[in-house]
């Protein structure tokens, strides 16, 4: 099985960081993912890292190392619209089945 | 627009009356997915799909049916629904590694489902 563990919620002021952990135990790894998702709403895809290090897309950076089966997802200069759940994800090669951890719930605050 | 649609958005039944959940995607992927959303469970596979008429079980199929007649279908068939089927579901496709220009999972809007 694959089990992923996140934080629960976080707290954070707008402007701030925020650095979201996520560790994982997978056989057959196959990449990690970042989803996030505002509430009633679908996941929408943030990052993908395979390869161990720091991947930057923006506001959002997510840093991945296997051998330590863990993941970190970093929000840069929060705004309030970030306010919101983040997924890590895990891909299994054998059937790219992608099991994700339970979310964490980020709030923003002025 | 690349996108992956369910339809319902939102259904309210009552336990027992089949019902079927659609799924439809426009970027030729061949995988897809099931997944139910509970509170404090995150999302969990029901059932997927790696190609037409290739359907395997997730980590939760009991009360679930599922079939891949064709590459841009996959409906969710609730034969008998029972009150703790009640959820948020969502579809999702994704194209299988290497035949695809990013390993992205799509999903659906979501449908919320609940039954009495």
């Known amino acids: 099985g694959q089990n992923i563990d996140q934080p629960t919620e976080m707290t954070a002021t707008e402007g701030a960081i925020v650095q979201i952990n996520c560790t994982y135990q997978t056989s057959g790894f196959n990449g990690l993912f970042w989803y996030q998702q505002h509430a009633g709403e679908a996941p929408t895809f943030l990052s993908y890292?395979?390869?161990?290090g720091l991947e930057e897309k923006g506001r959002f950076s997510s840093f991945l190392s296997r051998s330590k089966g863990y993941s970190y997802l970093l929000l840069k200069e929060l705004q309030m619209k970030d306010s919101a759940s983040y997924l890590c994800?895990?891909?299994?090669?054998?059937?790219?089945?992608?099991?994700f951890g339970a979310g964490t719930t980020v709030t923003v605050r002025a | 627009e690349a996108q992956v649609t369910q339809n319902p958005r939102y259904l309210i039944t009552v336990t027992g009356k089949k019902l079927t959940v659609t799924c439809s995607q426009n970027?030729?992927?061949?995988?897809m997915s099931w997944y139910r959303q509970d509170p404090g469970l995150g999302l969990r596979q029901i059932y997927y799909?790696?190609?037409?008429?290739?359907?395997d079980k997730g980590d939760v199929p009991e009360g679930y049916k599922v079939s891949r007649k064709e590459k841009r279908n996959f409906p969710l068939i609730l034969e008998s629904p029972s009150p703790n089927q009640t959820s948020l579901y969502f579809c999702?496709?994704?194209?299988?590694?290497?035949?695809?220009?990013?390993?992205?999972?799509?999903f659906g809007p979501g449908t919320r489902l609940t039954v009495t």
């Open positions: 799909s790696m190609n037409v008429e290739v359907t």
């Open positions: 999702a496709s994704r194209p299988v590694l290497g035949t695809g220009e990013t390993h992205e999972q799509y």
């Open positions: 890292n395979v390869l161990d």
């Open positions: 970027m030729n992927h061949e995988y």
């Open positions: 994800a895990v891909s299994r090669i054998r059937d790219y089945k992608l099991s």
